[in-house]
């Protein structure tokens, strides 16, 4: 988490640079000489924090999403709370010099005065985004005190079967648990089934930051060679929710017989919003503790994380209290932004056979959206809709029972297709 808090860091220096290097070039331009002054030191100064910004920022994007152990960012962020408080005291000699332009030659001169103040300003800023960042560098994420992931469903499980093999790929933050009644499924109807656990889910979920689009992209394709080498076919590819953005990138590079996606994540992002929610995001903190404000049996809590985590027990006062002290790190939302974006990205590269799942009272992957997908497509899709709530692949869901009766008569086709041709 500590090179998100540097990427973050990095990004609102940025945010000032920008804003001074525009202040101080109109003033530059068309102020009196007192603002000419002042512009020209506000210019200049942002000029050098875009410099310092730039570099802390290329520092910290070649470490995220890349692994990172405890220690190492320990060591990072105790690294970064010296540098801050080092340049906290020298923010106060800034101030004590630009003072002292005032005092001993601002009277005199319009140019030292503008000056003088420009540098005050600087430095008042400065001190209070210094201190500031000084005291929210965040420690390394640790797993909470909880039977956190013990079940043994979570883990990867493979089905053996015929010819025919179906690679089933979770969502967020989920894990193979959530795909075991759709492998169950398709196993008693001839198909050798895979459900992988993506790389930082699952046991390694403090490692999620560590890992990034790509790593779970390629994780499926490694799967889908698997299966081929193994002699396994036709190959049907299952993606659940993010698991479904990233079955579609996986598909467009590593051609599979057929393609299923359950409420698949999708991101659509107009070139004009890009700018604004980059900026916003670096407005935001570097993770939020979203059980300090959600109670934790609340209904969407329930019904979209807990079915989950059958180990967790939410209404235990002892793990209650842990929950309350789970940190969400915010780089996530830049993650799943990418895989939405990549996903959509991909799907007119599709040239499998595709079913798409959606239901009628989804609360996550709205209709728009999975329309859009459907325009995008240029493979043959079918497109379905069932009653039910977002967790399609879940024995709670009431629409579970059909999902599985399309996606076993969506197999069958993707078999006697392949056998036909």
Known sequence: MIWDYENLLARR???????????????????????????????????????????????????????????????????LRKIL??????????????AALLYFVGDGFTFWRGFGWAVILQAAFLFAFDLYHALHVPDPLQMPALPWFTNPRHAPFTFEGGSPAALLVHGFPGTALEMREIGTALNDAGWTVRGLRLPGFGPELME?????????????????????????SPI???????????ALQAAAEAPVDGLALLAPLTWQEPPAMTPILNTARALLPVSVDPFKHIPVTHPLMM????????EIDPEDPEQQSELRHIKIPLYILDQLREVGR??????????????IIRGLKDQFIRPPSIVHLHKLMTAPVRLETVEGPHSL?????????????????FGNEISKGTAQS
Request: hydrophobic content about 50%.
């Open 303 to 310: 019904e979209e994380l807990f079915q989950y985590l059958p």
């Open 342 to 355: 990549e996903a959509l990205a991909a799907a007119p590269k599709i040239q499998a056979r595709t079913l």
């Open 13 to 79: 220096l940025l945010l000032w640079a920008i804003l001074c290097g525009a202040v101080g070039a109109g003033l530059l331009l068309f102020g009196v000489p007192f603002w000419r002054a002042f512009g020209l030191f506000t210019l200049g100064w942002g000029v050098i924090d875009a410099l310092l910004a730039s570099s802390i920022l290329q520092k910290a994007k070649s470490h995220l999403g890349h692994h990172s152990t405890f220690n190492s960012e320990d060591m990072e962020a105790v690294r």
């Open 393 to 409: 692949t879940m024995p709670h869901n009431l629409a579970l029972g059909e999902v599985l009766e399309l996606l076993v008569d």
């Open 85 to 98: 408080w080092r340049c906290n005291a020298l923010d106060v000699l800034y101030a004590a010099g630009g």
């Open 208 to 232: 999620l930051i560590n890992h990034n689009n790509h790593d779970w992209v390629e994780a499926i394709k490694s799967e889908i060679t698997a299966l081929k080498s193994g002699g396994h």
């Open 236 to 246: 049907l590819l299952v993606g659940y929710s993010f698991g479904g953005g990233l």
